[in-house]
């Protein structure tokens, strides 16, 4: 989720929009860097009820597992005099088909608009700074492999009776690996 949001940030200011804006992370610790600049800041906001699971169990016993997830994204414009201008040119070109297509790649998407304004920053106890503020719900998904274990032979050995007669049962059922010979299909010569 935090590459692909600042990936895709960073591909429609810089690449889309053709302006020269660096994107960092605001709990990004370093010294500040020169204006324009946009930190990047996000909060978790919803969770699904269940994740997905994929059927598919892999020969090492893994299954992959994930669901969607919806942040809130505080995007922060630091220019000299034309944050606004920053800000609303960057919450239009995350609507053009380039950055739309940008999204699919990540398999992310922008949702609600939820903030668009201008919001000088105090810099000490009489100065400010121009600063506008974007915020904006961010829809992505996240996967990971779940580790299920793996039986891939079963032994069934036992007695039971309460038919006719007696039965015995030893049989070993197991899973045909891809890599092993399967016995050939009828017709296929």
Request: one cysteine or more.
């Amino acid at each position: 989720m935090i590459k692909s949001l600042w990936t895709l940030i960073d591909y429609a200011i810089n690449t889309v929009g053709q302006e020269q804006v660096q994107v960092v992370w605001s709990y990004q610790n370093s010294a500040r860097v020169a204006k324009p600049y946009i930190t990047l800041n996000y909060s978790q906001d919803d969770l699904p009820d269940h994740d997905w699971y994929s059927n598919e169990i892999d020969l090492a016993g893994f299954r992959n597992m994930g669901s969607w997830r919806k942040a809130v994204v505080d995007l922060q414009v630091y220019a000299s005099q034309d944050s606004m201008r920053i800000a609303n040119k960057l919450s239009m070109l995350l609507s053009t088909e380039k950055c739309l297509e940008k999204q699919m790649e990540l398999d992310v998407a922008i949702g609600n608009r939820l903030f668009l304004s201008r919001v000088p920053a105090l810099v000490n106890n009489s100065q400010y700074e121009d600063r506008a503020v974007y915020h904006f719900d961010f829809m992505y998904t996240e996967m990971m492999k779940e580790d299920v274990g793996f039986i891939a032979t079963v032994v069934i050995e036992g007695n039971y009776s309460g038919s006719l007669t007696d039965q015995q049962c030893n049989e070993t059922i197991s899973i045909p690996y891809p890599d092993h010979t399967l016995p050939p299909i009828e017709g296929d010569g």
